[in-house]
């Protein structure tokens, strides 16, 4: 009997463990980094030609649409893990935006009430990313300009597992832990 509980809770957790999603290797979720050009610092000047250059953190966008509050972008789409935008600055001053909306596949398996082992594909994610850009004119400084890096998405990132397996795993090791000591000092 104590054989076949042993026997039990180690396939209980071997299956457990076979089947978890593997959330912790998903793709990290796209940032913009490296950034270039004469407007890599967001600040412009009204009417001004500029730049912008700049990578997803390595995560391909499949496909990146970028908009701009001031005007338009050329060119305002593309696909990869990097990007490259002009445009003219408004003749006003103010404050704008460069907006990249980034559809990429993170990795993580799609939700579904069939077990994990068989969930097709994963889920294709969309994030937008902002780009704050100061018009000033020449001379002049430009008013709560930070280093020109995008603000916070609100997305956090995939760190771990669903915490619900997570915790039932962890179960049944203890499970399968305790069985095997209490079988061994019955033995001993």
């Given at each position: 009997?104590r054989k076949t509980?042993?026997?039990?809770?180690?396939?209980?957790t071997?299956?457990?463990?076979?089947f978890a999603?593997t959330?912790?290797?998903a793709?990290p979720?796209?940032?913009?980094?490296?950034l270039g050009?004469n407007?890599?610092?967001g600040v412009?000047?009204?009417?001004e030609?500029?730049?912008l250059?700049?990578?997803?953190?390595?995560v391909?966008?499949?496909?990146?649409i970028?908009?701009?509050?001031?005007?338009?972008?050329t060119?305002?789409?593309?696909s990869?893990?990097?990007?490259?935008?002009s445009?003219?600055?408004?003749?006003?001053?103010g404050?704008?935006t460069i907006s990249f909306t980034?559809?990429?596949?993170?990795g993580t398996?799609a939700?579904?009430?069939a077990?994990?082992?068989?969930?097709?594909?994963a889920?294709?994610?969309?994030?937008?990313l902002p780009f704050?850009?100061?018009?000033?004119?020449?001379?002049?400084?430009?008013?709560?300009?930070?280093?020109g890096?995008?603000?916070?998405?609100?997305?956090?990132?995939?760190?771990g597992?669903?915490?619900?397996?997570l915790l039932?795993?962890?179960?049944?090791?203890?499970i399968?832990?305790g069985?095997?000591?209490?079988?061994?000092r019955?033995?001993?």
């Amino acid at each position: 009997m104590r054989k076949t509980l042993v026997a039990l809770a180690a396939t209980v957790t071997g299956l457990i463990v076979a089947f978890a999603p593997t959330a912790a290797n998903a793709y990290p979720d796209p940032v913009l980094t490296n950034l270039g050009g004469n407007a890599a610092d967001g600040v412009v000047a009204p009417g001004e030609n500029f730049t912008l250059t700049g990578q997803f953190d390595g995560v391909d966008c499949d496909p990146w649409i970028a908009t701009f509050t001031g005007g338009a972008l050329t060119p305002n789409s593309g696909s990869g893990t990097s990007f490259s935008v002009s445009g003219t600055a408004p003749t006003t001053a103010g404050s704008y935006t460069i907006s990249f909306t980034c559809t990429y596949d993170d990795g993580t398996p799609a939700a579904t009430t069939a077990p994990v082992a068989f969930t097709p594909g994963a889920v294709v994610q969309t994030v937008t990313l902002p780009f704050a850009v100061q018009v000033v004119s020449p001379g002049t400084a430009a008013p709560g300009t930070g280093t020109g890096t995008n603000a916070s998405n609100g997305v956090l990132p995939s760190t771990g597992g669903p915490a619900l397996l997570l915790l039932a795993a962890g179960g049944a090791l203890v499970i399968a832990g305790g069985a095997t000591v209490a079988l061994r000092r019955r033995n001993a």
